[in-house]
């Protein structure tokens, strides 16, 4: 509840002050260079766009690799192969030896 209250939240503040914060200004010598040449504002856009992408990419390429382990996990502890050290500590029974 606290979580949807808070994006909620975030999202209303997004959308009413976006619209009245004003645009970035580029540097100047950026600005005319890419007036000047035809080809190098499609340059630019897709370096603005690789630049994008990487982060996506990587953690991407983390939550699968991740995905992978947790699921190779899960079908060695299903084929009766030895669990893992915190595993095999949970499954014991304390003893009860009250004398």
């Known amino acids: ?3 949807m209250l808070i994006a909620t939240i975030l999202v209303w503040t997004a959308m ?3 619209p009245f914060v004003s ?6 010598m950026c600005k005319e260079a890419n007036e000047a040449d035809d080809r190098r504002p499609a340059a630019y856009m897709y370096s603005i766009l690789f630049m994008l992408a990487m982060p996506v990419t990587i953690f991407t390429g983390f939550g699968v690799s991740f995905y992978r382990l947790s ?4 079908v060695l502890n ?3 192969l030895p669990l ?3 595993e095999n500590f ?3 029974s304390p003893d009860d ?3």
């Open 90 to 92: 949970a499954e014991e």
């Open 84 to 86: 893992s050290e915190d």
């Open 23 to 28: 645009d970035a200004a580029a540097c100047p």
């Open 1 to 3: 509840m606290r979580r």
């Open 16 to 18: 009413t002050v976006g």
């Open 71 to 74: 699921k190779k996990q899960e």
């Open 97 to 99: 030896s009250n004398g």
């Open 78 to 80: 299903n084929d009766g």
